[in-house]
């Protein structure tokens, strides 16, 4: 009889975690385990931060995905998905065509523009790690630029920020930590920099720990820092963006950098495959299946599901994408066997948002962290996510040991 294909889309940390659990459940001769992705290493979208604002190298971020998967095993192939066809159960991607028997889609996450005009175009994204490369150099171009220019344009030194929530916040602690160093690389004052974190909220990581943010607000502003609080950015040009301050008032702020970090939503390819969705996120069935299809599961970013105590979606992290990958790949494996599936019920540890690579905050198992100590966590949870992943080798080889 022929062996069932599991057909894996994505090799974040959903795909991944996905792809290593079936590879210690199965036998070769019980399925095929096919898992595609657009490029050959997986890098850690939670450090994405770090490579933007050039504290890490985007080397530093990723690793071979060849080195955590058993190639006895496991189908890599290194493709751009294009179409996911539910009705034929047929993939497309830049190299062919994929069937499958299960399908898992875990293409990750989108930078959210909501329609505001001119921030496709104009605003850069910390989507990727490519995207993430490319916002650190066009950064130091400004800089350099500025530094042998006559007449000199200091708005070219304008970092704008868009959002103030998670991503928007660990990358100001990044900046904070790396714009004093740029300037001194590209002689630059640091006083001729700005940098301005503009929030449509009335506050900064709207719904945290009040305690906690303001700390973060105060550690950021000691930085030199700028908040614009409770004013949504409405419009993007080549120059820098407008934002909204009152009913009829509005601001132009001149920025040789905009960086958006607003909001995310799921990728793209999930709207042309017919289920229902809510900004590419499809609202799955307790055991991770969108509804109404028994062989397809979705985990990550593109995945939702409602935290029934508070009746609102589960918020998309890596924390929980890695669990529905251990469930996803369980659930296959009941199918396989003719069992019963689990549901998926996420064990959220708490959430620590790093301000630098030296300061954090964070509530972790209900307790309240600051400073050193909630730093040190968050290099914890990024080194277990390694370590679930990669095991021991792979952390020791890109975990974050420096406060150890
Ligand atoms: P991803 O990690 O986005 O992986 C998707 C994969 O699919 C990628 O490898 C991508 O290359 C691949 N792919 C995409 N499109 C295609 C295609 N067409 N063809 C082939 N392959 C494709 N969460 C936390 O829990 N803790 C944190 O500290 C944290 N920090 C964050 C910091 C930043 C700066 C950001 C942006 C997010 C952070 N998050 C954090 C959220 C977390 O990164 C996401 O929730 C998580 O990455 C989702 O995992 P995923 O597997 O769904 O997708
Ligand atoms: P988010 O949706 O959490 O925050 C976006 C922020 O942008 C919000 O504060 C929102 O009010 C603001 N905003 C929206 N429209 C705006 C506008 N027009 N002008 C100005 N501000 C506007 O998005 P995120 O920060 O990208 O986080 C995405 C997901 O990743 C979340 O689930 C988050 O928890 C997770 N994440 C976690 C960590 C961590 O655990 N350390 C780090 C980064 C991201």
Redesign the pocket.
């Known amino acids: 009889m022929k062996r069932p294909t599991i057909l894996v ?7 991944l975690s996905t792809v290593v659990r079936l590879q210690k459940q199965l036998g070769t001769d019980q399925a095929d385990i096919v898992l ?4 050959e290493y ?2 850690e ?2 450090w ?2 770090e490579a933007s604002a050039g504290t890490l190298t985007p080397e530093q971020v990723r690793y071979d995905i060849s080195k955590v998967i058993d190639a006895q095993k496991v189908n890599f192939i290194q ?3 294009e179409g996911i066809n539910i009705k034929e159960k047929v993939v497309t991607s830049s190299v062919g065509t994929h069937t499958y028997d299960y399908l898992v889609i ?4 989108e930078g959210e523009t909501f329609g505001i005009p001119g921030l496709d175009k104009y605003a850069l994204s ?1 989507a ?1 790690v490519k995207a993430a490369r490319y916002i650190r150099e066009h950064m130091e171009h400004q800089f350099a630029t500025w530094s042998i220019e006559k007449e000199k344009d200091d708005s070219r030194l304008t970092i704008i920020v868009g959002g103030a929530g ?2 928007g916040i ?2 100001l602690g990044e900046l904070g930590n790396r714009v004093p160093e740029m300037c001194k690389e590209f002689d630059v004052p640091f006083e001729k920099v700005r940098i301005l974190c503009v929030e449509a909220a009335p506050m900064v990581l709207p719904g945290f720990d009040e305690e906690l943010v303001t700390y973060a607000v105060s550690q950021l502003e000691s930085k030199g820092i700028e908040f614009s609080i409770g004013t949504p950015v409405v419009e993007a040009t080549p120059e820098g963006v407008k934002i909204k301050k009152g009913e009829d008032e509005f601001e132009f702020i001149k920025a040789g950098t905009v960086v958006w970090a607003a909001g995310v939503r799921g ?1 793209r ?1 999930i709207e042309e495959t017919g289920i229902e969705n809510m900004r590419a996120r499809v609202k799955v069935d307790k055991d991770l299946r969108a509804p109404g299809h028994d062989d397809v599961f979705i ?4 995945a939702l599901m409602i935290n029934e105590e508070i009746n609102r979606p589960y918020p ?4 929980i ?1 890695m669990q529905q990958g251990d469930t996803c790949a369980d659930n296959i494996v009941a199918l396989l066997k003719g069992d019963p599936t689990t549901e998926f019920v996420p064990d959220l540890k708490g959430s ?1 948002c790093s301000l630098g690579s030296d300061d954090a905050i964070g509530v972790v198992m209900g307790k309240k962290l600051t400073g050193k100590k909630a730093s040190f966590m968050k290099k914890m ?1 990024d080194n277990r996510a390694l370590y679930m992943i990669g095991g021991v080798g792979l952390t020791l080889k890109k975990g974050k040991f420096d406060v150890l």
Not at 9 to 15: D, P, Q, R
Not at 299 to 302: A, I, N, R, T, Y
Not at 316 to 319: G, L, M, N, S, V
């Open positions: 889309l994505g090799a974040g940390y959903g795909g595609i992705n657009k490029n997986h890098y979208s939670t994405l931060h493709a751009t998905v875990a293409l990750g996450f910390i990727n998670f991503t660990e990358f990728n390819l985990v990550g970013d593109c998309p992290t890596a924390q994408a620590v949870v």
